[in-house]
Each structure stands twice: as structure tokens, then as C-alpha cells.
């Protein structure tokens, strides 16, 4: 009998028709090695991972053995990629199981990088250290910046190389998410035209997420409803911290309203809405300005799968599809504006806020002003000194900012704690990122570890904190991004 570890599984997305998911175990690795084990987010989700040798986590983590309960399987679906639609399939990952953590939150454990499934088509089902460390890293510091996302449990090592450009050290990361169910699952079911199969996965996605939808006239119409609030809610987070996906794609739109996939994305450091790292985002489709638009699109492919639930004439269900799809705009941007007055300390709702706010980051975007940093710089107690902030047009900014300040109807600490709550000092910048990974990926875990820690708390300073919050030198600015898929 295998070790538990606490895991409590339940496995219910294996209810679902057979033609989701296929059932197998991830494939066997030589020489499976510990990179790193999330001790703290294992103890959050009731698991037991102190006592058990670092040799026996890795084969847990490495797929070579299963935990008691576990019932392994790679999910189907579809997607839009760069607005092309085709059936995919988790072509490198293994769903365990869910897992029922102690407060009763269902959640999935899935190994990425753990072999080839029957959706992996000519992909080699595995993964590359360097990937791996990139979203474990950005996964938990998304997390700690407050931002909904999958998480990071484990990293191993395969003791296997992988061919990408270059041979590269074999890994497989644990995820941890709420569901792994996507925009392009649905796409997948309706895509198969059987009206069965598409009112299954509807049920299931709502009993797993927004039971009260349950309640509704119009369970489809909930539902995205429902799906639009996260993610209007989401994309919101991404703009506060910078952040720049770099994959929209509709499989990559978790129905949970959590960012999933970490493949090319990056955060910004000068502030240009243009601005966009993918190597594979020639066009710039997924460029941080265009986010809000790209999720408003995916969210109408979602609408588009779902027609037949929305209501059994087709012209009615596509007039109620597009009022749905409407309202996002005016959703999103009521979200954004209230963002961004957090991140100026405004309250209540003042007709000037909205130039106001234009001004600066037109002001950003004009002088290279780092996102980050000028935010962070407008928080503290004193008026920035900086060069940069002697520049006329920022002192005539500033000037109205403090006018509109006054407007407020709480203090300027209240209004300081509320703008330093919602502009990070650390992010992970994208040179400091890379040569993490270059490290790891020789061999020096140090690097990683290190900023792992600082990552931990984005909203306060301390003595490691300094040389994180510095923009790359010209040198070290990194312009693109790669998959390594």
C-alpha cells in the first residue's frame, strides 16, 4: 500500500462522458530529483509532506508513484489559438485527482511534463527546467500580489534530457488549481455537436463553481454571467501589477477565474500599453493594452459553445449571446477605473478622476517611466525627488493629484495605506526571471531560492528587497519571452 500523505481524493471530473478525458498513468522518469517542494502551500491544503524522505516526494512528484486515491488522467479540449480554433488536449499533463483540502475546497493535482498522452500529437509530452521554474516563480508571486492563479506545489528533475533548441534538463512541476476547466473545453463539447455531452460539462462546471447558479432561470446565462465577473475581475489584477499573459488563447482561460498557463508571460517595467514579450505573438494580439479585449473575445467563443444551452431557438439564444457580451465593456472598465483610484489613493468619484489618471500614464508612457516603480514612488509619505519627477508636465500632474486629494473624504494615511496595499514594491521583472533560470538551470538553485523569499511579501520593504525593485539596465532588458513547450 502506498503512502498517503494526506492527500483526500476525489475524483469527480472522471463522472464526466468518457470522450473528456482518457485515463492513464504518466509515464516513468530514471532518476527523479527534488528542485523544490512548496512546504508552506502543502500545509494550507492539508497535506503531509514534512516526514517522508526527499527520495519518496520525488517519486510522488515525478508520477513514478502514485498517492493512495489517486486516479490519473489527461483531460480533452479545444481552443482559439492566436484566434485559429483547433482540438487539443493535455498533450504533457496528468490530472491525479482532486483533492479535498480540511476546509472542504476541492482541489485538481496535476503533474506538467509527466509524458505523452493521446493528445500530445507530435509533442514529446515533456517539459524543460527552465519553464518549470518560471511559473512556479511567477505562479506563487501572482499569489502573493494577491491575483487569482493556479499554484505551485513541486519540481522535480527527470533525469532525462529534453530537446528543445538545445538539450535541456527534464522537470515536472505539481499544479495546484481550482479545475483545470477552460473556455476550450466547452468549445470541445460543443464542437462534437451533442447536446448531451455539452449539458453535462455545463452541470458539472456549475456544481464545481457557482452552485446558486443552480437557482437560475437560465443556467447558461448564469454561468457566464458568473464567468464574466471573474474574469473582468482578473484581467483588472493583471493591469494593476503590469502583468502581460502572452498566451490568451481560449484553452488558456480558466472558467475558474484563475490565471493559468505561464508559458511566455512577463510583467512590465517601462510603461508602454503596447508592450508585449511572446516570441509567438508576432502581431502583438496579446499585448497588455489588448487584454481586456482578447478576454472580451474569448469570453464570446465561450457564448458562441454554449448557444444551444442559452435557449433552444437559435436566433433567440444568439440575441440574448450578444446582450451578454455587451456588457462586458462597460464591467470592465467600471472595475479598472475603481482600480486604478485605489492605486492613487482616491476615494469616492470625482469627474476629473478619469483624466487624471490619463494624464499620468500618458505622462508614464511618454518619459519611460517605470510602471512599477512610479506607482510605488507616488506612495510614500514625501513628494518623489527623483530626477524624472522634475519634468514640468509631472510636476503640473501632481499638483492636480494632490488638489484632487483633498477631495477625499478619509485621511492621507488612510489614503497611503490603501495606495500601498494595491502598488507592489517587488515584482518578478524579467531579467531578474531570466537569470534565475540560467542558474537553475546549471545547476545553482540559490538564485531561485533567494527570490522565492523576497517574492513572498511584493507589498513591504526590507533588507533583501533593494536590488529587486530596480528596472533592468539597458543591458539586461529582456524582449522576448518563449513557450518551451
Known sequence: MTETYNFNFDNTYKSL???????????????????????????EIGLNLTTATQQKLSRVFSGNDLPDGSAPLSQAYAGHQFGYFSMLGDGRAHLLGEHITPNGIRLDIQLKGSGRTPYSRSGDGRAAL????????????????????????????TGEWVRRETLLPGAILTRIASSHIRVGTFEFAANLKDIDLLKSLLDYTIERHYPEVFDYPNRAVGLIEKIMQKQADLIVHWMRVGFIHGVMN???MALSGETIDYGPCAFMDNYDPNTFFSSIDRGGRYSYMNQPLIAQWNLARLIEALLPMIDNNEDNAVKLGEKLIDKFS???????LSMMRSKLGLHGDQAEDQM??????????????????????LSNDKKPTEKIYKISSFQTWYKKWMVRLQKNNVSWDTSLTMMRNNNPLIIP??????????????????????????????YKADGKSKPYQMPPEPRERVYQTFCGT
Open 250 to 252: 481560449t484553452d488558456n
Open 17 to 43: 462522458p468518457k470522450q473528456f478525458f482518457e485515463r492513464l498513468r504518466p509515464d516513468h522518469v530514471p532518476d527523479p530529483k527534488i528542485v523544490s517542494i512548496n512546504y508552506k502551500l502543502a500545509e
Open 429 to 458: 521583472r524579467n531579467h531578474q526571471v531570466e537569470r534565475v533560470i540560467n542558474s537553475a538551470t546549471q545547476g545553482n538553485l540559490k538564485c531561485f531560492r533567494d527570490f522565492l523569499e523576497v517574492l513572498e511579501n511584493p
Open 356 to 377: 487624471l489618471i490619463k494624464d499620468l500614464l500618458d505622462w508614464m508612457h511618454n518619459n519611460d517611466a517605470d510602471f512599477t516603480n512610479t506607482f510605488r514612488d
Open 130 to 157: 527552465g519553464p518549470m521554474i518560471r511559473e512556479y516563480l511567477i505562479s506563487e508571486a501572482m499569489h502573493n500580489l494577491g491575483i487569482p492563479t493556479t499554484r505551485s506545489l513541486a519540481i522535480i528533475t
Open 330 to 336: 462597460d464591467i470592465y472598465k467600471q472595475k479598472w
